[in-house]
Nanobody, 126 residues
Framework: QVHVVESGGGLAQPGGSLRLSCAAT????????MAWLRQAPGKGLEWVCG????????YYSDGVKGRFTISRDNGRNTLYLQMDNLRVEDTALYYC???????????????????WGQGTHVIVSS
């Protein structure tokens, strides 16, 4: 069963931009915290960023902070990831997923990922 459909990946040059989309197919996006994850070739799954269900707050891993922006259009039931100033090390298969968000002190991060899709490939190369 497909819960989300990711799209928008492709080939970009270092310093370039891409915008990923994640369409929720069988649930109301506004009811869930969401996250973007990625898996680089030969590496494990890592979280990239997370967004509260209302879109009121978002959280980024250190490697993408200041370059990537998560947003959502709950009316269109779609989550987005704007990726700017791309680096070769951003090359990965990107997924969106439902998530829980945990906070310790002032640091928050998404976890408990579920219902992700097939992913969309991002390749950053000159």
């Amino acid at each position: 069963q497909v819960h989300v459909v990711e799209s928008g990946g492709g080939l970009a040059q270092p310093g370039g931009s891409l915008r990923l989309s994640c369409a929720a197919t069988d649930f109301d996006l506004s009811d869930f915290h969401m996250a973007w994850l990625r898996q680089a070739p030969g590496k494990g799954l890592e979280w990239v960023c997370g967004s509260y269900s209302t879109g009121s707050d978002s959280y980024y891993s250190d490697g993408v902070k200041g370059r990537f922006t998560i947003s959502r259009d709950n009316g269109r039931n779609t989550l987005y990831l704007q990726m700017d100033n791309l680096r070769v090390e951003d090359t990965a298969l990107y997924y969106c997923a439902k998530a829980s968000i945990y906070c310790t002190g002032s640091a928050c991060y998404p976890s408990d990922f579920r219902s992700w899709g097939q992913g969309t490939h991002v390749i950053v190369s000159s």
